[in-house]
Structures are given as structure tokens and as C-alpha cells.
């Protein structure tokens, strides 16, 4: 069988942690098993929000990758404004905890780096890439955003080569992202932002979402789209996980991994534990909230000021592995999304290691959201909205007395979809 070359264009690669690196990551290691051989065109010099070195060893052996500089005015945003870190992320401050740095910072950052702030990296990476192409033989080029930036890239190489084939990767939305509304955009801006992402839309050749929901409004926009979701990886520890990597546990945790920023606080669970803390004693005597990962600090603070403060357990920043082992050691994993109706198609990448490790989820967001299928079709658990609380309760204390007979039931149904090998045959068959 003759190798075919995928070029994949990513801001995001190890030793960047979080989120956002894993999905090309693992299409990259399974990819050479169907035939296909990828190359990677990523920064030399990216300013990543997060580093997890224990990435690294799932970067195929022998992979090429080809680097060029990047300029990123965000060293320079961080010195004037320390929140600016945020920003890198996709994360604000909202509402009372906003400063005036903050507002001046994101109306230069929606007004002035359109789309983003990684956009000096377009025109020096068409001309290297031009350059590339017509020494290499390459049959799919794609382009990965957030940033949205590099789909900049993939608009200007198709220009310049019409009969490539071009994927447009959207692991999150452009324009109808959560924060795009924070953005304090004038309507110019807006236009611009607006345009670019229709151009996208239009010219690739495909373009993928993550979410059944973001297929259906990249349809209805014109991109000629198809929905991938994200996945587990079965050669990771957490598909499934072992009984021998679980800890006997003595209190009943409830644990969010990952990154929570303002804009997805679940109030109203907060609200809730804080409740039953006062009300149950049992419940007190043998509770535990978990965090690991980066939490802002005005949902800890919050936290620390009710009755939960000494049930906090807050191991901070850890590697991807050892929050695959903190997620086996828990009986109920907390996963949120953005409240508004746009949002509905946001599937965060975190619930499918969730769904492998067979415990029960809990989810807050929109109703009707993408999410809330997924935990249907699997039995996996139960997705609630940032208003619902009686609910809430009634779900917690059922999972709670179950563990105290010590039986939660685990699940395991149907999720063998969400493997990252399938997810990657399904990507071969559209490259074609």
C-alpha cells in the first residue's frame, strides 16, 4: 500500500498540555496505521499556556516536523496585565472581577489581532509552506484551530495551490464560541471576523467539528462539514482502567480535572454541596471536592468562603497521566460547559477519558446540549443546567448512597465509538 502525506498545520503540540494538543496528537499516532504518513508544521518558539511533558511519548517515532518562529504579543500583554495569561486560553474575567486593564486588553485583543493574536504566523508560514509543498509531495494539508488564525494559512496555500486538499479542523467555533461576545468588537471588527470564517467555510475542502451541533451550524453557513468528535485513547491507562490503579477510597470525591475559568462556575452545584455539608452529617464526615488542574481563583475563593472549604482538595496543575489516575480515583466526575444555547455543541475533549474510566458523570451546561447525548446513549451519567438544583441534589445523594453500600454502577456501554483508533478510521475515510 502506497504511503500517503498529511501536512497537519497546529499551534498545539507536546510538550503543550491541555486540551487542545491531544486530538492531532493521536489522529498523528494512529494515522500511519491506515496507510497515511503525517507531518507536522508547528512554532519554534510558542508561548503555551501549559506544558505536560508526559505527552511527549505519544509522538510517533521517526514523525517529521518542521518548525518555523513565531511572534506572539502576548510576553509583551502579560507585563502590562497580569490576567492577560487568561487569554492565551480563551478565558476572561467577567462581570464584577473584570478591571479596566482587563476591558482595555480584550478590546485590543477582539479589535486589533483579527483573528487572534497568533496572526503574524499566516504570511511568514504561507510563504514557507509554498515553498515546502512544491518540494514535497503532500495529499491533504490540514489546519487546526483555535487559534482560527491557521486557517488563515489554509485560505492562503489553497489560493496558491487550488487543486490541494484542505481540511479545516474547528475544535471549538469561531464566531459562535462563548467568548467571541465578550470580545467588545466594533461592528467592523465583527465583519472582519465574520468574513474570514465564511471564506474558511467556504474554500476548504472539508471542514470538521467536534460536536454533532457545530457540524449542523457549519452546514447551515455553508462549510461542506462532517463531526469527528474527540476521543479516549485505548492505549492510555484510563481505557478502561485497571481495578489494581484504584485506590481504596475512605471519603466519596467528587472531582473536576482540567482547567475551569469563570465563564463555566457552576454555581449552583457549589450551591448544592454546600447545602447538603450543613444538612447531612454522614455526607460532611465522608465528602471530598477534588481539583486538579488550573482553577481560577475567584471560583476558589468563592468556594473557600462556604461551608466546603475543609473538603477541599486541591492538587493544582498535574501531568495528563497522573490526572488519568485522579480521575480513576473518584466516584463522580464533575464536567461543565458554557451556559448559553450556543454552546450546546461544545463537547469538552475531557468527557470522553471521563466516559473510559467508567465512572458516573455529572454535567452542567445549556439544555438540549450534545453532551447530554453522549451521557444518554452511554449511561454514563446525567446532565443538568446552571439552573437546576433540586435535581442536582437528588442525583448526588442517590451516587452517594451508593457508594456508601459500595456499589456505584460503572459503565461501559457503547462508548468503543469514542476510541481514538475508530475516530481515526473515520478521519481516513474523508481524506480519501
Known amino acids: 500500500m502506497e504511503q500517503k502525506k498529511i501536512l497537519i498545520i497546529t499551534y498545539y503540540w507536546p510538550p503543550a498540555g491541555g486540551p487542545g494538543v491531544q486530538r492531532w496528537l493521536k489522529f498523528a499516532k494512529y494515522l500511519p496505521e491506515s496507510g497515511w504518513n503525517p507531518v507536522i508544521y508547528t512554532p519554534e518558539n510558542p508561548n503555551y499556556p501549559l506544558l505536560d511533558e508526559s505527552l511527549l511519548k505519544d509522538v510517533p517515532q521517526n514523525i517529521e516536523i518542521i518548525k518555523t518562529k513565531i511572534w506572539e504579543p502576548y510576553q509583551l500583554a502579560e507585563k502590562l496585565n497580569k490576567s492577560n495569561k487568561k487569554f492565551k486560553a480563551g478565558q476572561f474575567d467577567v462581570g464584577k472581577n473584570q478591571s479596566w486593564k482587563s476591558r482595555l486588553s480584550i478590546w485590543v485583543r477582539g479589535n486589533f489581532f483579527i483573528p487572534d493574536a497568533r496572526v503574524f504566523w499566516v504570511k511568514p508560514s504561507i510563504k514557507f509552506l509554498e515553498q515546502y509543498l512544491k518540494e514535497n509531495k503532500i495529499d491533504v494539508v490540514v489546519t487546526s484551530g483555535p487559534p482560527h488564525s491557521l486557517h488563515m494559512i489554509g485560505l492562503g ?155 477541599i482538595l486541591n492538587l493544582g496543575y498535574i501531568s495528563h497521566d497522573k490526572a488519568v489516575e485522579e480521575m480513576a480515583n473518584s466516584n463522580l466526575l464533575l464536567i461543565t460547559n458554557f451556559p448559553n444555547e450556543s454552546s450546546k455543541g461544545i463537547i469538552p475533549g475531557k468527557i470522553f477519558e471521563y466516559l473510559a474510566t467508567g465512572k458516573q458523570i455529572i454535567s452542567f451546561g445549556p439544555h438540549e446540549a450534545d453532551v447530554s447525548r453522549i451521557l444518554a446513549e452511554t449511561g454514563a451519567g446525567k446532565h443538568f443546567s446552571y439552573e437546576d438544583t433540586a435535581t442536582v441534589k437528588d442525583f448526588i445523594l442517590e451516587k452517594y448512597k451508593f457508594w456508601e453500600k459500595g456499589n456505584i454502577p460503572e459503565n461501559t456501554r457503547d462508548i468503543k465509538q469514542f476510541s481514538r483508533k475508530n475516530l481515526t478510521k473515520k478521519l481516513v475515510e474523508i481524506l480519501g
Open 157 to 311: 496555500l489553497k489560493k496558491k495551490f487550488p487543486d490541494l486538499k484542505w481540511v479545516a479542523d474547528f475544535r471549538d467555533p469561531w464566531t459562535e464560541i462563548s467568548y467571541y461576545k465578550h470580545l467588545k468588537l466594533t461592528k467592523n471588527s465583527d465583519r472582519k471576523h465574520r468574513q474570514l470564517e465564511s471564506a474558511v467555510f467556504k474554500t476548504a475542502d472539508v471542514t470538521l467539528a467536534t460536536s454533532y451541533t457545530d457540524a449542523e451550524n457549519f452546514r447551515k453557513a455553508g462549510a461542506n462539514a462532517v463531526c469527528i468528535t474527540n476521543g479516549f485513547d485505548e492505549s492510555d491507562s484510563s481505557a478502561p482502567l485497571r481495578k489494581a490503579e484504584q485506590k481504596p477510597q475512605t471519603t466519596f470525591i467528587l472531582s473536576y480535572i482540567g482547567v475551569l475559568e469563570q465563564l463555566r462556575n457552576p454555581e449552583n452545584l457549589w450551591k448544592v454541596l454546600d447545602e447538603l455539608v450543613k444538612e447531612n452529617k454522614k455526607f460532611a464526615d465522608n465528602f471530598t471536592l477534588k481539583f486538579a488542574g488550573r482553577i481560577d481563583d475567584k471560583i476558589l475563593q468563592s468556594i473557600e468562603n462556604s461551608s466546603l472549604k475543609n473538603h
